[in-house]
């Protein structure tokens, strides 16, 4: 439903862009020749889609010059995925084609042109969805501004009857508001139809209760109209229509944004089962709790040495020349965390399970960290000991020497120790991988939360290099 929602708001901004540059042109010259508009919208949509495929085309090639060349670097590729959209649009502009779709179909092709895959290339996408996603934020804010700031100039003169009859200024948003969703509503029971069809189940299938509740729901989750809002701000520069006229088109349109705000806050809670909902999640948490408390056994299992882990003997617990063993205890500690993020949405016996072995690697990780600070402690007072024996403005003693070669010992042993911790996390990780296979093959967890725990798992390898 996501993808079938952003593909539909992909859609019709891009179509919708095109007829309105058509009415504000036809607005601009007073004529309108029907011969001539197709004509108009004709080029500017599949002359910017072939535009947008060539100049795709390009663009990958740019894209993989610079890969192959070895000079990518997120940052580089941060800003040309940031100027190319620009370039694109400005050199459709000038070609007198349209530029958005332009936009659209350049980034279609390059997403879709192979590519290489790589832990360089997957760190860069990462970033740059970070960037995409924090533009899209800042973007969408800004619209919300506009949009509180010209709800109190506009209001006033709607209510005041300035802007026409207030009842059919109201009536007119609240049609468009119901032609808006109803259309939505239709493409995605259009579409989920299709999917069963192709799955093999009957369209009827999309046509039960249940399933019209969640399309409904979805279609009310929708697109809110910032396009709309920006377009109809636009009209004043372009000089098409009266100042009189674009307020009651910005008020018609800021109305429906509102009128949507308030039916995905209040219908789709209303819509969606929120009981079954809470089982499945509930059943999905019981399964991730599952897999830490296997994950946290097979470390145990694996922790070498005394074996100090396993017994809770405390002998080597934290002393810094057993390296492995503290690097255990640690990465163990850190799916703990994991745990108790997970008790509060499990079922009893899972949150039980859980804060058993939160205990147990509670008590590992205390006497570990405080076996650790009384080495510190000690190395301190045998650094200040050994400091004091040789005569005032005396050189540097033997003791001196022994002292610091001490204090440096047990920071080289902490160094070691945190980087044994990126080994056995990444043995973890790979146990964790295996462990997800085998409940997905079990049956205990479906293919779309197996798919969610490895992209997880996929990403934290990613921070190891």
């Keep these: ?4 929602l952003k593909g539909e708001a992909l859609f019709n901004d891009v179509t919708g862009t095109v007829i309105f540059q058509c009415c504000v042109t ?4 007073g004529a309108f020749s029907l011969v001539h508009a197709g004509e108009e919208f004709a080029l500017d949509l599949f002359g910017g889609f072939a535009g947008g495929l060539v100049m795709g085309v390009l663009a990958w090639g740019l894209l993989e010059l610079i890969r192959r060349t070895g000079l990518d670097t997120p940052t580089l590729h941060v800003m040309l995925e940031l100027l190319l959209p620009f370039v694109i649009y400005l ?53 919300f ?114 009128l949507t705000l308030v039916l995905a806050d209040f219908a789709v809670p209303a819509l969606v089962p929120s009981k ?58 850190r799916y703990a965390e994991i745990l108790e993020d997970l008790v509060p949405a499990a079922s009893a016996a899972a949150a039980a399970r859980a804060r058993a072995e939160i205990a147990r690697v509670g008590d590992l990780y205390d006497r570990m960290d405080a076996l650790s600070r009384a080495a510190a402690q000690w190395d301190g007072e045998t650094e200040d000991d050994e400091a004091g024996e040789g ?26 120790t945190y980087e044994a911790v990126e080994d056995v996390r990444s043995q973890a990780l790979a146990r964790e991988l295996q462990l997800i296979k085998q409940m997905r093959e079990a049956g205990v967890i479906d293919a779309a939360h197996a798919k969610e725990l490895r992209n997880d798992v996929y990403i934290q390898q990613l921070t190891l290099d």
């Design 391 to 416: 005569p005032v403005g005396a050189g540097p003693s033997d003791a001196d020497a022994d002292a610091v070669g001490g204090l440096t010992g047990y920071f080289q042993a902490l160094r070691a």
């Design 91 to 143: 050199t459709a502009k000038s070609l007198h084609i349209g530029a958005v779709i332009a936009v659209v179909a350049a980034g279609l092709v390059m997403s879709l042109l192979p590519q290489r895959h790589t832990v360089a290339t997957a760190r860069t996408k990462l970033q740059a969805a970070g960037v995409w996603q924090t533009l899209e934020f800042v973007l969408n804010g800004i619209i």
């Design 276 to 333: 079954r909902s809470a089982a499945r999640s509930r059943d999905r948490v019981d399964a991730e709790v599952s897999l830490i408390l296997e994950v946290i056994a097979s470390i145990r299992a694996d922790a070498p040495f005394t074996g100090a882990v396993r017994a809770g003997e405390e002998a080597s617990a934290g002393a810094p020349a057993t390296i492995d063993e503290p690097a255990t205890v640690i990465v163990m500690h």
């Design 145 to 258: 501004v506009i949009l509180g700031m010209q709800l109190p100039r506009l209001l006033a003169p709607a209510a005041e009857g300035s802007l026409g009859d207030p009842a059919a200024l109201l009536g007119a948003v609240a049609v468009l508001t119901v032609v808006l969703e109803g259309v939505r509503f239709l493409w995605l029971l259009a579409m989920d139809a299709l999917a069963a069809a192709r799955a093999g189940r009957a369209a009827a299938s999309c046509l039960t209760p249940q399933a019209l509740r969640g399309t409904l729901a979805v279609a009310f989750a929708g697109a809110k109209g910032g396009i709309t809002l920006s377009l109809m701000l636009t009209l004043t520069a372009a000089g098409a229509l009266s100042a009189a006229d674009r307020s009651m088109l910005v008020s018609v349109a800021s109305g429906m944004i509102v």
């Design 1 to 4: 439903h996501e993808a079938l």
């Design 26 to 29: 036809l607005l601009a010259t």
